[in-house]
């Protein structure tokens, strides 16, 4: 089965860029999608197809996928940013995998 | 405004049922995939069902296969889990979500406890 990882956590300071990666066996080669939740609510699609920001998504969010790594990048972290980051794919044997989460603290 | 309400959730005992529903409005229900994940209390997100829009495509992870039923009604707009044979660790707020892969919008989630 397909699985895919992610750091426990990522620490930033405000203003800062964070990086939160998201590891799987030749992930290049499908296409990733990332989602953001704050505690308490329901997880949001922040990136998706591995760098397409959804309509309202800030452009500090982006994203890139290469060889084993895909990454998702916020530029000029907020407060408002802390939150859980989940990656997740769709494989053809799995299904749906989404990685185990990243916490983000903007310190 | 597109919007999912997950409904049905509750305490149940080990061994019991429960039926999940999942109403959508403001878009058209019927074109869309649609999914359930859960997350466990203060864990990750865990897909569990897909179906396509006119159901005739249906997959589950191994982890509920054979105990849980995902059906919809797209007169209704709804979206359904039938969970039979509950365990403990089926104790997770459920979330519907829209599409194949990537999940454009979710639900707000309903809590399901398994516990004697």
């Known amino acids: 089965s397909y699985e895919l990882t992610q750091s426990l956590s990522v620490s930033v300071a405000p203003g800062q860029t964070a990086r939160i990666t998201c590891g799987g066996s030749?992930?290049?080669?499908?296409?990733v999608h990332w989602y953001q939740q704050r505690p308490g609510q329901a997880p949001v699609l922040v990136i998706y197809r591995d760098s397409s920001r959804p309509s309202g998504i800030p452009e500090r969010f982006s994203g890139s996928n290469s060889g084993n790594t895909a990454t998702l990048t916020i530029s000029g972290a907020q407060a408002g940013d802390e939150a859980d980051y989940y990656c997740q794919v769709w494989d053809t044997s799995t299904r749906v995998v989404f990685g185990a989460g990243t916490k983000l603290t903007v310190l | 405004e597109e919007q999912l309400v997950e409904s049905g959730g509750g305490s149940v005992q080990p061994g019991g049922s429960l039926r999940l529903s999942c109403t959508a409005s403001?878009?058209?229900?019927?074109?869309?995939?649609m999914n359930w994940v859960r997350q466990r209390p203060g864990k990750g997100l865990e897909w569990i069902s897909y179906i396509s829009s006119s159901d005739s495509t249906i997959y589950y992870a191994d982890s509920v296969k054979g105990r849980f039923t995902i059906s919809r009604d797209n007169a209704k707009n709804s979206l359904y889990l039938q969970m039979n044979s509950l365990r403990a660790e089926d104790t997770a707020t459920y979330y519907c979500?829209?599409?194949?892969?990537?999940?454009?919008?979710w639900g707000r989630g309903t809590l399901v406890t398994v516990s004697s």
């Open positions: 979500a829209r599409g194949r892969s990537p999940y454009s919008s």
């Open positions: 403001g878009f058209t229900f019927s074109s869309f995939e």
């Open positions: 030749n992930i290049a080669g499908k296409n």
